[in-house]
C-alpha cells in the first residue's frame, strides 16, 4: 500500500511510521503545518506544531529513509478547529479542540489530499486499534493502553475514513515500549516528552487565548438564586462543572465548595452553584457519528464524556436531533450512575466493551430522577 | 566536461539547485584536501598553499573577465551576496551618510533581498524594488526614475544576471550604464549565469559579480565576490584579514582550487554545451506543452522571436506552472515516478511559499503554487526529459484532482 505517515515531530507517529514501513508499506511522511505564525504555537519539548516539531519529524523520516514533505493546512485549521473552539466557547459550551482536528484537519483534509494523490491510506500515531469484524467491516477499539486511549477523540472519523486508516500503535501497551521501539531504530525523539494540553494555546492559558481572540466583556457571577456572587472577565470562559478559578469574593453561606453549574453568554451570566446541581442522569446529543450500525431502540452499552473520563454503564438510543438545525443525527442517553459536570460541546463517545459504536456532541445534559432539579433547561 | 554521474537512479532535472562536481574537480580537490599548508603562513607548506591559492585566482579571473586582484573568495554564492550587499553599502555610506537607499529588483535571489531587507531594519536603509515585466525582465525605466529622483541618496544597485527560477537574462549591462551615469555602484549575482550564458566582468561594467562552485560543476561552499578595487567596500567578517581584508578567514585551498579547475572547464565548454542544453530544453519545453496543453511556460518563451545574443533565457532552464496543481504535490508525485524536480521558490519551515519572482511578474497568487522548474546540465540526457513526460499526464491530473480537494471550502489551504 501506500501510505501517508503523519509526523508531528513527536515518538508516536515516529515509530507508527517506521511500524508502516517496516509492514511493506511504501511510506511518505507529512508534516502538518497547523499555524502560520508558528512561533504562536508552543515550542519546545511540549508541543507538536513548532518549527523544532517539523525538524524533529523531517530527521525521524531521514533516517526511515522515507521522503518528507510539509503540508500547509493552516487556513483550514484556522477556519475549523480554532473558529470552532472560538464559536462554541462564545456559546457557553466546552468544545474538544482534538475531536475537531481529528474530524476537519487529520482524517479529512490530509486524509482526502492524501487519497487524491494516490495514498491508500494515512497512518498516525494514534492509540487505538482497528479490527476487521468476520463480515470485513473495520471497527473502532480501546488501545490497550489505558492511560494513551485515543478512541475517544477519534470516534468523530466516520466508518468510511476508518477504512483508510492505520493505527500501527493499536497494540502496544504501554508508551514505554514505543520509546523503546523508537531508541531500537535509532529515532533521537525517543525520549521526548508527551505533548499535553491544547497546542494553539501557546502557554496553556486558555482563558488568556478566549480573552485575546474575543475581547473582555465583564460581567456576574450569580448564585441560583440570582444573587451577585462576583465578576468574570467574560462569561465564554468558563465551563459547567470548574470549580478553580471563579475569584468569588466571599465563600458560600453553607460553606460548601460551589461550581460553575451554566454558563448563559446571551446575558454574559456565569451561575455557580452546589456539587449536587451538576449531577445528571440524561444526555441529549447531536451531529452523532456511527462506526457502527445505529442502535435505534434503547440499548445497553457504556458511554464516556470526556478524552480521559471513565466509560460509565447507560442506555443509548439513536433519535431526532434535538439541535436547532433539527436533523435526524441525535442521541439519547439515560445514564446507569450519575456523572457530573457534563457540559454541552463536549462529546459523548458510545463504547459496547472496547469497541466504539459512535459518538455525538453534547447538546443538554439534565437530571431526570425524581430527587433533582434539571439541571439546565 | 566530464562529470560524475549523479548516484540518485532516475531522471535529475534539478541542476540550478547543484549539479555533479566535475571529475577533473573532484580529482583537484581530492588531491589538495590531503595536502596540508595554511595560505596565511610564511613557511614551504604555507608558501604552496599560497601559491595554489593565487593560481586559482587567476584562473577565475581569466575566466570571468577581471583581474585577479578583484577576486575574492568566499564560503559560496549567499557570502558574497551579503558581502556585496552588506559591504558597499556600508563602504558607500560611510563616504556619504546621505547614502541610505539600495536598489534591487524584485526577483532578486533571497541571498539578495534578505541583507537589504535586513539593512533595512537595522541599518536604517531603505530598500526599493525594481519592477520587472511579465517575463521577470527588470524595468529600465524605473531604475533611470528612481536614479534621477535620488541619485545622491543611493548607495548601491543590484540586478541579478540571470534568475534562478525563471531563467530571465537581465539587461545587465544596460543597468551598469545607467546607473554609472549617476555615479552609483551595480552589484551582479551570477551565480545562475556563469557557465550558462557569457558573463565578462569587465566588459560588463559592473563593479562587483557573485559566482559560486557548485552550480558549475565545483563544490559547495566556495565562491567569490569579484570587486573593482575602487569600490569601497566594508569587511562583513573581520578576523585575519586574509582576501583583502574583507572577507577573514583561513582559505579554504581545496575548495578553490577545485572551483577554479570546474570554472575554467565551465566557461571553455559553455558554448558547445549550451547549444546541446538548450537543444533538449526546447525538446522538453515543447513536450510539456504537448502532453500537459494547459501548463503555461513563465520566463521567456525560448519558441519566440528567435535566436538572440546574449539569450533571453538560460539555455538550461524551463519553468511551469500547472493551473490548478500545487508545487509540491507536482514534486511528490514526481519523484516518486523518479523524476526530481523543484517548485523553485523557497520553503518556510518547509511550507512552500508562492514564489516571489512569479508574483513580481505578475502571476496570481493561487497560480504561482502550481510551479515547477526543470533544469538541465551536463548529465543530462533524452531519456531524463523522455521520463519526465511519460510521467507528467498523470502527475498533473493527480496534482490537480489533490488541487480540488484543497480549494473546496474548508479544504486545504
Known amino acids: ?377 | 566536461m566530464t562529470v560524475t554521474p549523479a548516484e540518485a537512479p532516475g531522471a535529475y532535472l534539478d541542476h540550478a539547485a547543484t549539479t555533479p562536481m566535475s571529475s577533473a574537480a573532484l580529482e583537484a580537490f581530492v588531491a589538495e584536501a590531503g595536502r596540508t599548508g595554511n595560505a596565511s603562513s610564511l613557511h614551504s607548506a604555507g608558501r604552496a598553499a599560497r601559491r595554489t591559492v593565487e593560481e586559482s585566482r587567476e584562473t577565475v579571473a581569466a575566466a570571468l573577465g577581471a583581474r585577479p586582484s578583484e577576486v575574492i573568495f568566499t564560503g559560496g554564492g549567499t557570502e558574497a551576496d551579503n558581502l556585496a550587499v552588506k559591504g558597499i553599502f556600508w563602504g558607500r555610506r560611510t563616504q556619504n551618510p546621505q547614502r541610505t537607499r539600495v536598489l534591487v529588483s524584485a526577483v532578486e535571489h533571497h541571498a539578495v533581498l534578505d541583507p537589504a531587507f535586513w539593512l533595512a531594519g537595522h541599518a536604517g536603509a531603505e530598500i526599493t524594488l525594481l519592477p520587472v515585466d511579465g517575463e521577470g525582465r527588470v524595468d529600465l525605466d524605473a531604475l533611470r526614475a528612481e536614479l534621477a529622483a535620488h541619485a545622491d541618496e543611493v548607495a548601491l544597485v543590484s540586478v541579478m544576471w540571470a534568475n534562478n527560477e525563471v531563467g530571465t537574462v537581465q539587461p545587465v549591462r544596460d543597468v551598469a550604464r545607467i546607473a554609472h551615469k549617476h555615479g552609483v555602484p551595480v552589484h551582479t549575482d551570477a551565480v545562475q549565469a556563469v557557465g550558462q550564458v557569457e558573463v565578462d566582468f569587465a566588459a560588463s561594467g559592473v563593479d562587483a559579480l557573485t559566482v559560486t562552485g557548485h552550480k558549475l560543476g565545483g563544490p559547495v561552499g566556495v565562491g567569490a565576490l569579484l570587486a573593482r578595487r575602487d569600490l569601497p567596500l566594508e569587511a562583513v567578517s573581520h578576523g585575519g584579514g586574509q582576501e583583502r581584508g574583507v572577507r577573514s578567514g583561513t582559505l579554504d585551498v581545496a575548495a578553490i582550487r577545485a572551483f577554479a579547475v570546474a570554472l575554467r572547464e565551465a566557461v571553455a565548454s559553455r558554448e558547445e554545451r549550451a547549444a546541446v542544453l538548450s537543444t533538449l530544453r526546447d525538446e522538453l519545453v515543447a513536450g510539456v506543452r504537448r502532453v500537459v496543453p494547459d501548463a503555461v511556460l513563465r520566463g521567456p518563451d525560448p519558441a519566440a522571436g528567435g535566436p538572440s545574443d546574449p539569450p533571453a533565457r538560460l539555455p538550461a532552464n524551463a519553468h511551469f506552472t500547472f493551473p490548478g496543481a500545487e508545487g509540491d504535490s507536482l514534486l511528490y508525485l514526481l519523484d516518486s515516478a523518479g523524476v526530481q524536480a523543484s517548485t523553485g521558490s523557497a520553503c518556510q519551515a518547509g511550507v512552500p511559499q508562492p514564489s516571489h519572482v512569479l508574483l513580481a511578474m505578475g502571476v496570481s497568487e493561487t497560480d504561482a503554487r502550481g510551479a515547477l522548474r526543470f533544469s538541465l546540465g551536463a548529465t543530462s540526457t533524452r531519456d531524463d526529459v523522455d521520463r519526465l513526460l511519460a510521467a507528467l499526464p498523470v502527475v498533473a491530473d493527480r496534482a490537480r484532482a489533490a488541487g480540488l480537494v484543497a480549494a473546496r471550502p474548508g479544504g486545504v489551504a
Open chain 1, 1 to 377: 500500500m501506500r501510505v501517508l505517515a503523519a509526523m508531528s515531530g513527536g515518538v508516536d507517529s515516529a515509530v507508527a511510521a517506521a511500524l508502516a514501513v517496516e509492514a511493506g508499506h511504501d511510506v511518505v511522511g507529512v508534516h502538518m503545518a497547523l499555524s502560520r505564525n508558528r512561533d504562536q504555537f508552543r515550542t519546545g519539548s511540549r508541543g507538536c506544531c513548532s518549527i523544532e516539531d517539523a525538524g524533529d519529524a523531517r530527521r525521524a523520516a531521514d533516517v526511515l529513509g522515507i521522503p518528507y514533505y510539509v503540508w500547509d493546512l493552516s487556513e483550514t485549521f484556522e477556519e475549523t478547529v480554532v473558529a470552532d473552539f472560538l464559536s462554541e466557547y462564545s456559546a457557553g459550551r466546552t468544545p474538544n479542540p482534538c475531536v475537531r482536528c481529528n474530524e476537519h484537519i487529520k482524517f479529512e483534509a490530509l486524509l482526502d489530499k492524501a487519497t487524491a494523490l494516490g495514498f491508500d491510506a494515512v497512518a498516525t500515531g494514534h492509540y487505538a486499534r482497528i479490527e476487521t469484524a468476520g463480515d470485513g467491516t473495520r471497527e473502532l477499539h480501546r488501545s490497550p493502553n489505558d492511560a494513551k486511549d485515543q478512541s475517544y477523540v477519534l470516534a468523530v472519523m466516520g466508518p468510511e475514513r476508518l477504512e483508510r486508516s492505520l493505527f500501527p500503535l493499536g497494540g502496544f501497551a504501554t508508551k514505554d515500549e514505543v520509546r523503546a521501539e523508537a531508541e531500537r531504530r535509532g529515532l533521537s525523539v525517543s525520549a521526548k516528552p508527551d505533548s499535553y494540553d491544547i497546542c494553539f494555546v501557546a502557554d496553556g492559558d486558555t482563558r488568556g487565548f478566549l480573552r485575546s481572540r474575543l475581547g473582555e466583556q465583564p460581567g456576574q457571577v450569580r448564585d441560583t438564586d440570582g444573587n451577585v456572587v462576583g465578576e468574570h472577565q467574560g462569561a465564554y470562559a468558563y465551563t459547567v462543572g470548574q470549580r478553580k478559578g471563579l475569584g468569588l469574593g466571599r465563600p458560600a453561606a453553607d460553606g460548601k465548595a460551589r461550581y460553575v453549574v451554566d454558563v448563559d453568554t446571551g446575558s454574559n451570566t456565569v451561575v455557580v452553584g452546589p456539587a449536587e446541581l451538576l449531577s445528571v442522569d440524561r444526555i441529549a446529543g447531536d451531529k452523532a457519528v456511527w462506526l457502527a450500525p445505529p442502535t435505534v431502540d434503547w440499548t445497553t452499552c457504556e458511554v464516556q464524556i470526556r478524552a480521559h473520563g471513565r466509560a460509565v454503564p447507560a442506555q443509548v438510543r439513536a433519535a431526532a436531533a434535538s439541535g436547532a438545525d433539527g436533523g435526524t443525527d441525535g442521541l439519547e442517553v439515560r445514564l446507569g450512575e450519575s456523572l457530573r459536570g457534563v457540559a454541552a460541546g463536549q462529546s459523548v463517545v458510545v463504547y459496547r466493551g472496547t469497541q466504539v459504536l459512535g459518538q455525538a456532541t453534547v447538546t443538554r445534559a439534565w437530571r431526570d430522577a425524581p430527587a433533582g432539579a434539571p439541571v439546565r433547561a
